[in-house]
């Protein structure tokens, strides 16, 4: 069965950056474009972007272009975000979630607090 | 930039009620693509919808979609205690993707 696991639990400091994986399991991993989505305490679903895992090219959200850059490794079928110069509204739940278009499957999601 | 509206906020119903949840875009949104997504607290969202009116696997035939151009619903029939949850619609025809602010739904 299909499988996205992330991370874990991340406590940043304002200005630092942070790194957080998703492993895919379950599928043929080049096959599916992955994205990262986050929601704010309480908030909604912000789209942050996508990343082709067969030639990963990537699209970002214009608003966090410059600070979010989206990778990918096949040899262990895992995906990354890194979000650089962290602000305290970057705190939120991140999560990964595989789909071209709509988003069939989703990672269990990983918390990020930025706070000093 | 693709801004959807949905409402209402939030709604309250009884069991068996059937619920409207409705989405709005500011531009046309092409090829009908809209996903709707239904979300417990503590959890991720769970496709519901996709392609305006296509029900993904495992996703009972109390829930369905429709609509085209800028407006969209969801309609779930004999609501069910577990249907309690936000719910968001989600536009791919254009990017950025982009959520509605969601609807709350309230099982009395």
């Known amino acids: 069965q299909v499988q996205l696991v992330q991370s874990g639990s991340e406590v940043k400091k304002p200005g630092a950056s942070v790194k957080v994986s998703c492993k895919a399991s379950g599928y043929t991993f080049t096959s599916y474009y992955m994205h990262w989505i986050r929601q704010a305490p309480g908030q909604g679903l912000e789209w942050m972007g996508l990343i082709n895992p067969s030639g990963g090219g990537t699209t970002y959200s214009q608003k966090l272009q410059g600070r979010v850059t989206m990778t990918r490794d096949t040899s262990t079928s895992t995906v990354y975000m890194e979000l650089s110069s962290l602000i305290s509204e970057d705190t939120a739940i991140y999560y990964c979630a595989r789909g071209r278009l709509w988003f069939g499957y989703w990672g269990q999601g990983t918390l990020i607090t930025v706070s000093s | 930039e693709i801004v959807l509206t949905q409402s209402p906020g939030t709604l309250s119903l009884s069991p068996g009620e059937r619920a409207t949840l409705s989405c709005r875009a500011s531009?046309?949104?092409?090829?009908?693509?809209i996903a709707w997504y239904q979300q417990k607290p503590g959890q991720a969202p769970r496709l519901l919808i996709y392609g305006a009116s296509s029900r993904a696997i495992g996703i009972p035939d109390r829930f369905s979609g429709s609509g085209s151009g800028t407006d969209y619903t969801v309609t779930i029939s004999r609501l069910e205690p577990e249907d309690c949850a936000v719910y968001y619609c989600?536009?791919?025809?254009?990017?950025?993707?982009?959520f509605g602010q969601g609807t709350k739904l309230e099982i009395k």
């Open positions: 531009q046309i949104v092409s090829s009908s693509y």
């Open positions: 989600q536009q791919y025809g254009s990017s950025p993707y982009t």
